[in-house]
């Protein structure tokens, strides 16, 4: 995907179940993040590309009080954001200006 959109920015959420203090799973959802961040840098996603933040128990999928929807809060979540477009009269990062008086394709 970031061979297609090189400037895209993938930003790696950390995320945890309703145990434990909030404070205790804003370090736990932050090394969760960073654990899967570490992971997509080793296949080769530079780590320009990547933000991570961590939410904690804050943004729960499942709000039950059963084991597997504990399960399904503590995750990683990706979300992916397109490279900013060039202001117009600019040529995209990479690629040379038009001539003088030319628009951009």
């Given at each position: ?30 090394r969760r993040a960073r654990t899967a961040a570490r992971v997509l ?54 690629e040379a200006p038009p001539p003088a008086g030319h628009p951009l394709?």
């Open positions: 995907m970031l061979n297609q959109f090189p400037g895209a920015l993938i930003i790696v959420e950390g995320h945890c179940d309703d145990r434990g203090s909030a404070e205790y799973n804003i370090g736990l959802g932050d840098r080793e296949h080769g996603v530079p780590g320009a590309n990547l933000d991570v933040v961590s939410f904690g128990r804050e943004q729960p999928q499942c709000t039950e009080l059963t084991e597997a929807c504990r399960q399904r809060n503590r995750r990683a979540h990706l979300t992916v954001r397109p490279a900013p477009s060039p202001p117009t009269g600019e040529a995209p990062a990479g394709p």
